[in-house]
């Protein structure tokens, strides 16, 4: 049987994408756009959502955190990611562009992200 993803899990998630989109010291315009969206599909709030990317930007423990939450168990973040991404029955480019960048720097294996990918895709063309 399905687990059912918790809106826990969702927030963690939400934190775990914004310190994996800090990575490299500045959020970009596709990810900060991925981000509004998983925090408005989680129901966490603009002043929320921005602390959580100045904490990723500026607290290297916040981030040291939030990447071995996603190490621990990368397939099933980058399974929340999609689940969270595809919520509006779509999953644009730019998201996947963003996606692919979260799964590499989780070393989330090729083969297994376009799996993950394509449940993703076929679940979007089945809610339209």
Do not use: W
Not at 9 to 37: M, N, T, Y
């Amino acid at each position: 049987m399905k687990r059912e993803i918790t809106l826990m899990e969702q927030v963690e998630v939400l934190r775990a994408a914004c310190c994996v989109a800090a990575a490299d010291g500045e959020v970009s315009k596709p990810e900060l756009e991925l981000i509004h969206r998983l925090a408005n599909t989680t129901g966490v709030g603009k002043a929320s959502r921005e602390a959580m990317i100045d904490q990723a930007l500026n607290n290297p423990d916040f981030l040291e955190s939030q990447f071995r939450f996603l190490m621990h168990d990368a397939d099933r973040a980058m399974k929340i990611l999609l689940y969270i991404a595809a919520a509006d029955g779509e999953l644009g480019e730019d998201e996947e562009v963003v996606l692919r960048d979260f799964a590499q720097r989780i070393h989330l294996d090729e083969t297994r992200l376009q799996q993950l990918l394509k449940r993703a895709s076929d679940r979007c063309d089945q809610s339209k």
